[in-house]
Protein backbone atom coordinates (compact mmCIF):
# COMPACT_ATOMS: atom_id res chain seq x y z
CA UNK A 1 0.00 0.00 0.00
CA UNK A 2 1.31 3.14 -1.09
CA UNK A 3 1.91 6.45 1.11
CA UNK A 4 -0.80 8.03 0.06
CA UNK A 5 -3.32 5.53 0.62
CA UNK A 6 -2.13 5.44 3.86
CA UNK A 7 -2.88 8.82 4.58
CA UNK A 8 -6.06 8.48 3.59
CA UNK A 9 -6.79 5.97 5.36
CA UNK A 10 -5.59 7.34 8.44
CA UNK A 11 -7.46 10.96 7.49
CA UNK A 12 -10.79 8.83 7.56
CA UNK A 13 -10.20 7.32 10.70
CA UNK A 14 -9.60 10.47 11.93
CA UNK A 15 -12.92 11.82 10.68
CA UNK A 16 -14.99 8.84 11.37
CA UNK A 17 -13.64 9.20 15.42
CA UNK A 18 -13.80 12.68 15.98
CA UNK A 19 -17.52 12.52 14.14
CA UNK A 20 -18.91 9.70 16.64
CA UNK A 21 -17.04 11.35 19.48
CA UNK A 22 -18.66 14.69 18.43
CA UNK A 23 -22.19 12.97 18.55
CA UNK A 24 -22.29 11.53 21.89
CA UNK A 25 -20.06 14.12 23.71
CA UNK A 26 -22.91 16.27 22.40
CA UNK A 27 -25.60 13.93 23.34
CA UNK A 28 -24.06 13.74 27.24
CA UNK A 29 -23.62 17.36 27.56
CA UNK A 30 -27.34 18.65 26.66
CA UNK A 31 -28.53 16.57 29.02
CA UNK A 32 -26.08 17.17 32.18
CA UNK A 33 -26.98 20.78 31.78
CA UNK A 34 -30.17 20.61 30.79
CA UNK A 35 -30.49 19.51 34.74
CA UNK A 36 -30.16 22.60 36.00
CA UNK A 37 -33.46 24.25 34.21
CA UNK A 38 -35.57 21.31 35.55
CA UNK A 39 -34.22 21.91 39.04
CA UNK A 40 -35.71 25.49 38.87
CA UNK A 41 -38.97 24.24 37.94
CA UNK A 42 -39.10 21.88 40.79
CA UNK A 43 -38.06 24.49 43.73
CA UNK A 44 -41.37 26.26 42.70
CA UNK A 45 -43.45 23.00 41.77
CA UNK A 46 -42.25 21.04 44.94
CA UNK A 47 -42.40 21.82 48.53
CA UNK A 48 -41.24 18.50 50.04
CA UNK A 49 -39.26 15.06 49.38
CA UNK A 50 -41.36 12.31 51.08
CA UNK A 51 -38.70 9.37 51.78
CA UNK A 52 -40.79 7.46 54.15
CA UNK A 53 -39.58 7.59 56.92
CA UNK A 54 -39.14 11.23 56.82
CA UNK A 55 -40.39 14.36 54.61
CA UNK A 56 -37.30 16.75 53.64
CA UNK A 57 -38.42 20.43 52.81
CA UNK A 58 -37.40 21.69 49.05
CA UNK A 59 -34.44 24.12 49.45
CA UNK A 60 -31.52 24.82 47.49
CA UNK A 61 -29.16 22.41 49.75
CA UNK A 62 -31.98 19.62 49.47
CA UNK A 63 -32.01 19.66 45.29
CA UNK A 64 -28.47 20.31 45.62
CA UNK A 65 -27.77 16.65 47.20
CA UNK A 66 -30.33 15.46 45.26
CA UNK A 67 -29.30 16.72 42.00
CA UNK A 68 -25.63 15.73 43.62
CA UNK A 69 -26.38 11.97 43.85
CA UNK A 70 -26.53 11.86 39.80
CA UNK A 71 -23.83 14.05 39.26
CA UNK A 72 -21.86 12.21 41.64
CA UNK A 73 -22.03 9.14 39.82
CA UNK A 74 -21.17 10.72 36.65
CA UNK A 75 -18.21 11.32 38.10
CA UNK A 76 -17.80 7.85 40.17
CA UNK A 77 -18.37 5.44 37.05
CA UNK A 78 -16.10 7.02 35.17
CA UNK A 79 -12.78 5.02 37.25
CA UNK A 80 -14.73 1.73 36.22
CA UNK A 81 -15.68 3.03 33.09
CA UNK A 82 -11.94 3.02 32.10
CA UNK A 83 -10.88 0.27 33.25
CA UNK A 84 -13.73 -0.93 31.26
CA UNK A 85 -12.76 0.70 28.06
CA UNK A 86 -9.61 -0.62 28.14
CA UNK A 87 -10.69 -3.61 27.80
CA UNK A 88 -13.46 -3.91 25.79
CA UNK A 89 -13.07 -0.35 23.37
CA UNK A 90 -14.78 2.75 23.32
CA UNK A 91 -17.52 2.11 20.78
CA UNK A 92 -19.84 -0.15 22.68
CA UNK A 93 -19.46 1.27 25.84
CA UNK A 94 -20.76 4.81 23.60
CA UNK A 95 -23.06 2.87 22.28
CA UNK A 96 -24.58 1.50 26.23
CA UNK A 97 -23.99 5.27 27.72
CA UNK A 98 -26.23 6.72 25.08
CA UNK A 99 -29.07 4.13 25.04
CA UNK A 100 -28.87 4.50 28.88
CA UNK A 101 -29.10 8.44 28.86
CA UNK A 102 -32.67 7.73 26.79
CA UNK A 103 -33.64 5.24 29.23
CA UNK A 104 -33.20 7.97 32.12
CA UNK A 105 -34.99 10.76 30.70
CA UNK A 106 -38.12 8.32 29.83
CA UNK A 107 -37.61 7.99 33.37
CA UNK A 108 -37.75 11.16 34.58
CA UNK A 109 -40.71 11.94 32.13
CA UNK A 110 -42.59 9.25 34.38
CA UNK A 111 -41.60 10.72 37.30
CA UNK A 112 -44.92 11.40 39.73
CA UNK A 113 -42.45 12.91 42.90
CA UNK A 114 -38.65 14.04 43.69
CA UNK A 115 -37.61 10.31 44.51
CA UNK A 116 -38.11 9.11 41.26
CA UNK A 117 -36.77 12.18 39.89
CA UNK A 118 -33.67 11.31 42.21
CA UNK A 119 -33.53 7.83 40.47
CA UNK A 120 -33.93 9.09 36.90
CA UNK A 121 -30.95 11.19 37.71
CA UNK A 122 -28.99 7.99 39.43
CA UNK A 123 -29.61 6.28 36.06
CA UNK A 124 -28.52 9.28 34.08
CA UNK A 125 -25.04 9.65 35.80
CA UNK A 126 -24.24 5.85 35.47
CA UNK A 127 -24.99 5.75 32.23
CA UNK A 128 -23.20 9.19 30.82
CA UNK A 129 -20.23 8.63 33.07
CA UNK A 130 -18.80 5.66 30.95
CA UNK A 131 -18.54 8.62 28.36
CA UNK A 132 -15.31 10.47 29.18
CA UNK A 133 -12.94 7.45 29.66
CA UNK A 134 -14.30 6.31 26.29
CA UNK A 135 -14.42 9.39 24.35
CA UNK A 136 -11.37 10.67 25.44
CA UNK A 137 -9.35 7.54 25.15
CA UNK A 138 -10.59 6.97 21.70
CA UNK A 139 -9.12 10.93 20.85
CA UNK A 140 -5.49 10.03 22.39
CA UNK A 141 -5.23 6.14 20.66
CA UNK A 142 -6.62 6.61 17.32
CA UNK A 143 -6.45 10.50 16.67
CA UNK A 144 -2.91 11.60 14.69
CA UNK A 145 -3.94 15.23 15.61
CA UNK A 146 -4.77 14.82 18.78
CA UNK A 147 -5.48 18.64 19.97
CA UNK A 148 -7.83 19.37 17.32
CA UNK A 149 -9.32 16.26 18.07
CA UNK A 150 -9.86 17.77 21.76
CA UNK A 151 -10.95 20.66 20.40
CA UNK A 152 -13.61 19.40 17.95
CA UNK A 153 -15.00 17.21 20.78
CA UNK A 154 -15.01 20.07 23.11
CA UNK A 155 -16.89 22.25 20.35
CA UNK A 156 -19.59 19.50 19.64
CA UNK A 157 -19.76 19.23 23.88
CA UNK A 158 -20.33 22.95 24.29
CA UNK A 159 -23.25 23.03 21.21
CA UNK A 160 -24.43 20.41 23.47
CA UNK A 161 -24.18 22.38 26.71
CA UNK A 162 -26.04 25.54 25.12
CA UNK A 163 -28.68 23.96 22.86
CA UNK A 164 -29.69 21.34 25.88
CA UNK A 165 -30.76 24.20 28.45
CA UNK A 166 -32.10 25.90 25.13
CA UNK A 167 -34.24 23.74 23.84
CA UNK A 168 -35.16 22.82 27.17
CA UNK A 169 -35.93 26.03 28.03
CA UNK A 170 -38.12 26.83 24.87
CA UNK A 171 -40.16 23.19 25.35
CA UNK A 172 -41.17 24.54 28.96
CA UNK A 173 -42.87 27.41 27.68
CA UNK A 174 -45.43 25.89 26.00
CA UNK A 175 -45.19 22.12 27.95
CA UNK A 176 -44.84 20.68 31.31
CA UNK A 177 -41.57 19.25 31.94
CA UNK A 178 -42.56 15.85 32.38
CA UNK A 179 -43.16 15.87 28.82
CA UNK A 180 -40.20 17.93 27.93
CA UNK A 181 -38.10 14.98 29.36
CA UNK A 182 -39.56 12.96 27.25
CA UNK A 183 -38.81 14.84 24.30
CA UNK A 184 -35.65 15.23 25.31
CA UNK A 185 -34.79 11.60 25.14
CA UNK A 186 -35.27 10.86 21.57
CA UNK A 187 -31.73 12.37 20.23
CA UNK A 188 -30.09 9.71 22.14
CA UNK A 189 -31.94 6.95 20.90
CA UNK A 190 -31.27 8.59 17.41
CA UNK A 191 -27.71 8.99 18.26
CA UNK A 192 -27.20 5.38 19.58
CA UNK A 193 -28.45 4.00 16.10
CA UNK A 194 -25.78 6.26 13.86
CA UNK A 195 -23.38 5.17 16.56
CA UNK A 196 -23.68 2.01 16.06
CA UNK A 197 -22.91 2.41 12.23
CA UNK A 198 -19.45 3.99 12.95
CA UNK A 199 -16.36 2.03 11.88
CA UNK A 200 -12.38 3.06 12.70
CA UNK A 201 -9.66 1.36 14.29
CA UNK A 202 -9.68 2.73 17.79
CA UNK A 203 -5.26 2.18 18.03
CA UNK A 204 -4.39 3.74 14.87
CA UNK A 205 -2.64 6.86 16.31
CA UNK A 206 -0.91 5.38 18.83
CA UNK A 207 2.62 4.96 17.44
CA UNK A 208 2.07 8.31 15.62
CA UNK A 209 1.74 9.74 18.82
CA UNK A 210 3.79 8.19 21.60
CA UNK A 211 6.38 6.78 19.06
CA UNK A 212 5.61 3.60 20.01
CA UNK A 213 6.17 4.09 23.65
CA UNK A 214 4.01 4.82 26.93
CA UNK A 215 3.63 8.44 26.49
CA UNK A 216 5.06 8.60 30.01
CA UNK A 217 6.27 11.81 30.72
CA UNK A 218 7.90 11.17 34.35
CA UNK A 219 8.69 7.64 34.54
CA UNK A 220 10.42 5.48 31.87
CA UNK A 221 9.05 2.53 32.85
CA UNK A 222 7.66 0.27 30.52
CA UNK A 223 4.17 -0.32 32.44
CA UNK A 224 1.37 0.53 29.83
CA UNK A 225 3.95 0.16 26.51
CA UNK A 226 5.08 -2.85 24.40
CA UNK A 227 1.59 -4.37 24.00
CA UNK A 228 -0.03 -2.96 26.46
CA UNK A 229 -2.36 -0.42 24.16
CA UNK A 230 -5.32 -1.20 24.82
CA UNK A 231 -4.66 -3.98 27.19
CA UNK A 232 -5.75 -2.26 30.54
CA UNK A 233 -5.64 -4.06 34.13
CA UNK A 234 -7.39 -7.62 34.21
CA UNK A 235 -7.44 -7.71 38.00
CA UNK A 236 -7.92 -5.60 41.17
CA UNK A 237 -4.21 -6.21 42.32
CA UNK A 238 -3.29 -5.29 38.80
CA UNK A 239 -5.55 -2.19 39.07
CA UNK A 240 -3.83 -1.00 42.10
CA UNK A 241 -0.38 -1.35 40.89
CA UNK A 242 -0.90 0.22 37.88
CA UNK A 243 -2.88 3.02 39.78
CA UNK A 244 0.28 3.44 42.17
CA UNK A 245 2.24 3.89 38.95
CA UNK A 246 0.36 6.30 37.42
CA UNK A 247 0.10 8.64 40.85
CA UNK A 248 3.84 8.40 41.20
CA UNK A 249 4.34 11.18 39.24
CA UNK A 250 2.60 14.36 37.93
CA UNK A 251 -0.30 12.62 37.45
CA UNK A 252 -1.67 13.23 41.00
CA UNK A 253 -0.45 16.88 40.83
CA UNK A 254 -3.14 15.97 37.84
CA UNK A 255 -5.85 14.30 39.17
CA UNK A 256 -5.65 16.95 41.86
CA UNK A 257 -5.83 20.08 39.64
CA UNK A 258 -9.01 18.28 38.16
CA UNK A 259 -11.46 17.94 41.23
CA UNK A 260 -10.76 22.06 42.05
CA UNK A 261 -11.81 22.41 38.06
CA UNK A 262 -14.85 19.89 39.27
CA UNK A 263 -15.70 21.44 42.11
CA UNK A 264 -15.99 25.13 40.12
CA UNK A 265 -17.72 23.77 37.04
CA UNK A 266 -20.58 22.53 39.23
CA UNK A 267 -20.79 24.68 41.98
CA UNK A 268 -20.99 27.34 39.65
CA UNK A 269 -23.89 25.55 36.70
CA UNK A 270 -25.89 23.73 39.26
CA UNK A 271 -27.72 27.27 40.45
CA UNK A 272 -26.63 29.59 38.02
CA UNK A 273 -30.04 29.94 36.50
CA UNK A 274 -31.83 30.40 39.79
CA UNK A 275 -28.94 32.90 40.87
CA UNK A 276 -29.88 35.00 37.54
CA UNK A 277 -33.11 35.21 38.22
CA UNK A 278 -33.41 35.75 42.03
CA UNK A 279 -30.56 37.74 42.83
CA UNK A 280 -30.10 39.43 39.90
CA UNK A 281 -33.19 40.32 39.33
CA UNK A 282 -34.23 39.66 35.53
CA UNK A 283 -37.65 39.25 35.32
CA UNK A 284 -39.96 36.94 32.96
CA UNK A 285 -41.08 38.72 29.74
CA UNK A 286 -44.77 37.67 28.91
CA UNK A 287 -44.32 35.95 25.33
CA UNK A 288 -47.30 37.95 24.50
CA UNK A 289 -44.92 41.23 24.99
CA UNK A 290 -43.00 39.78 22.13
CA UNK A 291 -45.77 39.17 19.54
CA UNK A 292 -46.63 40.92 16.47
CA UNK A 293 -49.82 43.85 17.55
CA UNK A 294 -52.68 41.54 16.51
CA UNK A 295 -51.54 38.04 17.89
CA UNK A 296 -50.84 39.45 21.43
CA UNK A 297 -54.10 40.98 21.52
CA UNK A 298 -55.96 37.68 21.18
CA UNK A 299 -53.46 35.95 23.60
CA UNK A 300 -55.20 34.61 27.10
CA UNK A 301 -54.23 36.46 29.92
CA UNK A 302 -52.68 32.91 31.36
CA UNK A 303 -50.26 33.63 28.29
CA UNK A 304 -46.50 31.61 29.00
CA UNK A 305 -43.73 33.75 30.49
CA UNK A 306 -40.13 34.04 29.03
CA UNK A 307 -37.71 33.25 31.74
CA UNK A 308 -35.12 35.09 30.53
CA UNK A 309 -32.29 33.90 33.04
CA UNK A 310 -32.80 30.30 31.53
CA UNK A 311 -31.80 31.87 28.12
CA UNK A 312 -28.68 33.71 29.27
CA UNK A 313 -27.90 31.01 31.16
CA UNK A 314 -28.01 28.72 27.86
CA UNK A 315 -25.81 31.54 26.18
CA UNK A 316 -23.22 31.68 28.36
CA UNK A 317 -22.77 28.37 28.17
CA UNK A 318 -22.72 28.29 23.70
CA UNK A 319 -20.07 30.79 24.70
CA UNK A 320 -17.88 27.92 25.63
CA UNK A 321 -17.82 26.95 22.31
CA UNK A 322 -15.56 29.54 21.50
CA UNK A 323 -13.47 28.60 24.13
CA UNK A 324 -13.19 25.14 23.66
CA UNK A 325 -12.02 25.85 20.10
CA UNK A 326 -9.39 27.87 21.12
CA UNK A 327 -8.12 25.84 24.17
CA UNK A 328 -7.70 22.90 21.60
CA UNK A 329 -6.08 25.04 18.94
CA UNK A 330 -3.38 26.00 21.72
CA UNK A 331 -3.02 23.02 23.23
CA UNK A 332 -0.85 22.22 19.89
CA UNK A 333 1.22 25.33 19.91
CA UNK A 334 1.87 26.02 23.75
CA UNK A 335 2.70 24.02 27.13
CA UNK A 336 -0.58 22.90 28.49
CA UNK A 337 0.49 23.75 31.94
CA UNK A 338 0.84 27.59 30.95
CA UNK A 339 -2.57 27.46 29.11
CA UNK A 340 -4.07 25.93 32.67
CA UNK A 341 -2.27 28.34 34.62
CA UNK A 342 -3.94 31.35 32.66
CA UNK A 343 -7.26 30.04 32.40
CA UNK A 344 -7.99 29.22 35.71
CA UNK A 345 -6.43 32.57 36.65
CA UNK A 346 -9.15 33.94 34.80
CA UNK A 347 -12.08 32.24 35.96
CA UNK A 348 -10.97 33.22 39.63
CA UNK A 349 -10.76 36.53 38.57
CA UNK A 350 -14.18 36.54 37.31
CA UNK A 351 -15.31 35.06 40.41
CA UNK A 352 -14.46 37.74 42.25
CA UNK A 353 -16.04 39.89 40.10
CA UNK A 354 -19.17 38.48 38.78
CA UNK A 355 -21.96 40.08 40.57
CA UNK A 356 -20.48 43.18 41.53
CA UNK A 357 -20.18 43.83 37.62
CA UNK A 358 -23.47 41.81 37.00
CA UNK A 359 -25.47 44.56 39.05
CA UNK A 360 -24.31 47.30 36.85
CA UNK A 361 -26.85 46.32 34.09
CA UNK A 362 -27.43 44.39 31.10
CA UNK A 363 -24.39 44.94 29.54
CA UNK A 364 -22.06 44.32 31.66
CA UNK A 365 -24.00 41.41 33.25
CA UNK A 366 -23.96 39.95 29.34
CA UNK A 367 -20.28 40.59 29.30
CA UNK A 368 -19.11 39.05 32.61
CA UNK A 369 -21.27 36.15 31.78
CA UNK A 370 -19.57 35.65 28.11
CA UNK A 371 -16.17 35.60 30.08
CA UNK A 372 -17.70 32.75 32.32
CA UNK A 373 -18.65 30.54 29.90
CA UNK A 374 -15.21 31.22 27.64
CA UNK A 375 -12.94 30.42 30.66
CA UNK A 376 -15.16 27.63 32.41
CA UNK A 377 -14.84 25.31 28.86
CA UNK A 378 -11.26 26.67 27.68
CA UNK A 379 -9.48 24.71 30.73
CA UNK A 380 -11.24 21.41 29.48
CA UNK A 381 -8.88 20.77 26.45
CA UNK A 382 -5.54 21.55 28.06
CA UNK A 383 -6.60 19.41 31.57
CA UNK A 384 -7.54 16.69 28.82
CA UNK A 385 -4.25 17.11 26.93
CA UNK A 386 -2.07 17.04 30.04
CA UNK A 387 -3.57 14.37 31.34
CA UNK A 388 -2.31 12.14 27.83
CA UNK A 389 1.10 13.96 28.22
CA UNK A 390 1.31 12.16 32.17
CA UNK A 391 0.32 8.40 31.73
CA UNK A 392 1.43 6.35 29.63
CA UNK A 393 -0.77 5.01 26.24
CA UNK A 394 -1.92 1.61 27.58
CA UNK A 395 -3.26 3.03 30.82
CA UNK A 396 -5.24 5.80 29.05
CA UNK A 397 -8.57 4.46 29.06
CA UNK A 398 -7.92 4.01 33.49
CA UNK A 399 -6.16 7.77 33.22
CA UNK A 400 -9.28 9.63 31.95
CA UNK A 401 -11.47 7.86 34.06
CA UNK A 402 -9.58 9.10 37.19
CA UNK A 403 -10.12 12.36 35.46
CA UNK A 404 -13.20 12.34 35.46
CA UNK A 405 -13.77 10.71 38.88
CA UNK A 406 -11.95 14.22 40.28
CA UNK A 407 -13.80 16.28 37.59
CA UNK A 408 -17.51 14.83 37.87
CA UNK A 409 -17.33 12.50 40.82
CA UNK A 410 -15.35 15.00 43.70
CA UNK A 411 -16.88 17.62 41.77
CA UNK A 412 -20.37 16.86 41.63
CA UNK A 413 -19.74 18.01 46.24
CA UNK A 414 -19.93 21.74 44.47
CA UNK A 415 -23.37 21.60 43.57
CA UNK A 416 -24.59 20.48 47.26
CA UNK A 417 -21.33 23.23 48.85
CA UNK A 418 -23.49 25.73 46.45
CA UNK A 419 -26.18 24.57 47.80
CA UNK A 420 -25.93 24.68 51.04
CA UNK A 421 -24.25 27.90 51.00
CA UNK A 422 -26.89 29.76 49.02
CA UNK A 423 -28.98 28.36 52.26
CA UNK A 424 -26.99 28.86 54.92
CA UNK A 425 -25.39 32.29 53.39
CA UNK A 426 -25.42 34.38 50.36
CA UNK A 427 -24.37 34.47 46.26
CA UNK A 428 -21.39 37.03 47.56
CA UNK A 429 -19.77 33.82 50.20
CA UNK A 430 -21.16 31.34 46.76
CA UNK A 431 -18.74 33.33 44.39
CA UNK A 432 -15.68 33.84 47.16
CA UNK A 433 -15.67 29.84 47.85
CA UNK A 434 -15.25 29.60 43.63
CA UNK A 435 -12.84 31.85 43.47
CA UNK A 436 -10.99 29.65 45.90
CA UNK A 437 -11.52 26.80 44.05
CA UNK A 438 -10.13 28.26 40.72
CA UNK A 439 -6.81 29.84 42.64
CA UNK A 440 -5.59 26.14 43.83
CA UNK A 441 -6.59 25.12 40.26
CA UNK A 442 -4.18 28.01 39.50
CA UNK A 443 -1.64 27.35 41.74
CA UNK A 444 -1.52 23.19 41.01
CA UNK A 445 -0.79 24.45 37.38
CA UNK A 446 2.19 26.64 38.49
CA UNK A 447 3.45 23.67 40.16
CA UNK A 448 3.17 21.32 37.13
CA UNK A 449 5.13 24.19 35.15
CA UNK A 450 7.97 24.47 37.41
CA UNK A 451 8.61 20.29 37.61
CA UNK A 452 8.00 19.83 34.26
CA UNK A 453 11.61 20.14 32.05
CA UNK A 454 11.50 22.80 29.19
CA UNK A 455 11.01 20.38 26.23
CA UNK A 456 14.42 20.42 24.20
Request: hydrophobic residues 55%.
Amino acid sequence: MGVGAVAGDVNRNDRSIVALVMLAHGMVHTYELSIPIFVAIWLGEFASIDLGLATVPVTTASLGVMTGLGFALFGLGALPGGILVDRVGSKRLIVACLLGMAGSFVLLALSPNLVVVALALVVWGAAASVYHPAGLRLISTGVEERGTGFAYHGIAGNLGIGFGPFLTALLLLFFDWHLVAGVLALPALVAAALATRANFEEQAAVAATDGGETGDTDDDSDTGGDGKAGAGVSSFAELVSQSKHLFAGGFALVFALVMFSGLYYRGVTTFLPDLLGSVIGIEPIPVSELLPAALASGSAGGAPTLDVELFVYAGLLTVGVFGQYVGGKLTDRIRTERGIVAGFGALAVIAVAFLPVASLGVGPLLAICALLGFFLFMVQPFYQATVAEYTPAGLRGLSYGFTYLGVFGVGALGGAIAGYILTVADSTALFVVLAGFATAATLLGVTLLRRRPTPA
